[in-house]
Structure formats: structure tokens, C-alpha cells
């Protein structure tokens, strides 16, 4: 996983830790032993940590596995790091974990908190975060990927992202409606398009989808809107 061989290689860069210390059972080099019990094992390691973070995605926090170690953590009463990965505090609210303070992978404060925070849990002089910010823009990027990775999952079939200069057209469409019209009065379509700078078919379409824009026929049968009363 490149998120946890990014964490690992942040903590390595930022403090005197030697790659034995640090369990991660999906980074090769930091990976459980052949032929012992995972669950013993696991069960031995979670209780007697000194530090321990939870590297949470939407995948992960599935993993029975993953539960099975947050569970054992916290049922022990010892302090659990959850480090998020796209997600929120309010996906955990459910559970025990949304008791606690969580941390997000795409934050540098959160990140160089954390960095500190290890530092002193362990006893290690921590290094100057100049000498490390690669390794914590590193994981960022990675987080950030695994953000859009997520939403392209979720989102629709044939879902295309909001066009950003929709917002300021319709504000222009509502500046165009207040322009020397105090009391509200009724205006023509093509006064107001041409006031925000538009088309008139693009500013009628615009309009139409505005909840806070009334529209219906003038006297003359020509197109007239008029923004709605608070």
C-alpha cells in the first residue's frame, strides 16, 4: 500500500527510528514473520505498543482485520491514533472511533502534529520539519489521490463535475435583477442576459434553475423574471 510505505518513510525521515521498530503487515520489510499466529501475535503487539495509528481508508476500515486491531486497542484503554485517508469524522461517529480525535492524511498541521506527537511518545528527538516536508507533501499527494480514487467510485454513471463558472453567471443573473430595481419589479429575459453579459438562452436556462428567481409571460408574451421575496 502506498500510503503506509509513504507513512513509514515520513517517520523514518523525521526521527531516529529504526525500520524493526515499525509493524505495518501490508509493507513488505515491516510485515509479520512466516509461520507464527497472526492473531497471538497481533493481539501481543497492539497491547504492548507504545504507539499505535490507525491508517484508515473507506477499504480499510472493512478490513475484519483492521477492526479487529482498532477494537483490541481500544478496548485496552490505550491511545489509538486514527490517521484518515477520504474520509470524515462523521463516517466513524457510529463507533468508538468517533470519540476520538482523528487526524487527516491531507492536512500538514494534522501531519506534523502527528509527527511530533510519536516523537515524544517514543522519546526521539525529532528533526527539523524542513529536513522531512518532501515525505509529508509525498503523502498528502497520495491522500489527495485516494480522495478522487473514492469519489470515482461513488459517484454516478455519467456524472460530470460542476462547471465552477455556473456560480459566478447566476451571480451576475442576480446582480442584473437588483440593477435599479428596489421594490422587484418584473424584468425582460433579454435586459437582465444582457446586463450579466450572456446569451439570452443561457441566462433563461441559468434562471430556471435558480430556486430564488420567479419567472412567467409579460403582457407583451415575452419572457420576464423577477427574484423572489424573502
Known sequence: MKLAEAFIELLISAMPISSERIRCSSVPGHELPGGISIV???????RDS???VALITPESFKSTYVQFEMGARWGAGLRLIPL????????????????????SC???????RLVEQISVELGLTR??????????????ELANQ??????????PSGYKP?????????????????????????Q???????????????????????????????????????????
Open 146 to 155: 485516494e480522495v478522487r480514487r473514492h469519489l470515482s467510485l461513488t459517484r
Open 40 to 46: 497471538d501475535v497481533l493481539r501481543k503487539e497492539v
Open 162 to 186: 460542476p462547471d465552477p463558472g455556473i456560480e459566478d453567471k447566476k451571480r451576475r443573473l442576480r446582480d442584473a435583477l437588483k440593477f435599479q430595481n428596489r421594490r422587484r419589479d418584473w
Open 188 to 230: 425582460n429575459i433579454s435586459t437582465v442576459a444582457s446586463r450579466a453579459r450572456m446569451s439570452e438562452d443561457e441566462a433563461l436556462a441559468l434562471l430556471r434553475s435558480m430556486s430564488d428567481v420567479s419567472l412567467t409571460i409579460g403582457a407583451d408574451g415575452r419572457r420576464i423574471a423577477k427574484r423572489k421575496n424573502r
Open 84 to 103: 484518515l485517508v477520504a474520509m470524515k469524522v462523521d463516517d466513524l461517529i457510529q463507533g468508538p472511533l468517533g470519540m476520538l480525535r482523528c487526524l
Open 127 to 140: 528533526k527539523e520539519p524542513s529536513l522531512y516536508q518532501r515525505y509529508i507533501a509525498r503523502l498528502r
Open 50 to 52: 507504545r504507539v499505535f
Open 106 to 112: 491531507d492536512k500538514e498541521a494534522d501531519l506534523l
